[in-house]
């Protein structure tokens, strides 16, 4: 081959790669562009993984009923993975307990800080672990529960007695907590409520449709909260 024809198949070579190298990062973009949530994934035994339905049907919901731009497909991450701060919002959830190293509290700390909103769900059993280790994250906030007034209830569906009890734990009244930093939300915790279990598949906890469509206007709002602030 001559060397004219060398250099001409070289620069359609790189032409070529500049291109795959051009679509590879739009299709980057669009999926960054897209509302994400992850479950995280967390040592102490409890079970981090339970319903990964969830999360789908939550997203699914949102995309439909309040514009939300979601990717509706169930992804997990660890505090230490080098894409954590890669997701605006962080789901958890389980019926054990929950145990972070010290490098994971620092983390989470400055996730939460710098933009980041951490939704956590008691699906019975959690509730001590969960309290223990987010005051080794924040030891100089206290969870405080939000006032009915509070803008997640009533920034898309209207819940003017606070959070909504999906399903009986112990027959107390269901509670929305938070955690806030520089006047933002940037932890929610619902207790004795469990809106999570509306969101899975109707099959799974034969939760009653008007209950299921309840959890999922309210998980919506939660949703649109984060986005918003």
């Keep these: 081959m001559r060397r004219g024809q060398k250099i001409n198949a ?3 070579l790189i032409c070529a790669q500049i291109c795959v190298i051009s679509e ?26 339970n319903d990964p339905s969830a999360e789908v049907n939550l997203l ?40 972070l190293s010290e490098y994971e509290i620092r983390r989470l700390r400055l996730y939460l800080e710098n933009g980041g909103f951490l939704y956590v769900d008691d699906d019975y059993g ?20 939000l006032p009915y007034s509070h803008g997640i209830y009533s920034c898309l ?7 909504p009890k999906t399903h009986e734990h112990d027959n107390k009244v269901p509670q929305g907590f938070g955690i806030f930093h520089k006047g933002r939300l940037i932890v929610y915790y619902t207790y004795e ?11 799974v906890h034969k939760t009653p449709q008007a209950k299921r469509e309840e959890a999922l206007r309210f998980g919506a709002n939660i949703l649109v909260w984060a986005l918003t602030q």
């Design 193 to 203: 409520s469990n809106p999570s279990d509306g969101w899975v598949d109707p099959d």
């Design 60 to 99: 699914k919901f949102a995309k439909q009923y309040a514009g939300v731009d979601a990717d509706p497909k169930y992804e997990f991450v660890e505090i230490s993975n080098d894409n954590f701060f890669s997701y605006p919002f962080i789901f958890l959830t389980g019926h054990g307990n929950i145990s």
């Design 10 to 12: 070289l620069l359609l």
């Design 157 to 163: 569906f209207q819940f003017p007695n606070g959070v």
């Design 24 to 49: 590879i990062d739009a299709q980057i973009k669009r999926i960054d562009s897209q509302f994400r949530i992850a479950r995280l994934k967390y040592s102490g035994g409890g079970d981090w993984y």
């Design 126 to 145: 959690l509730d001590k672990s969960f309290r223990r280790e987010i005051k080794k994250v924040f030891p100089e906030y206290q969870l405080t529960e």
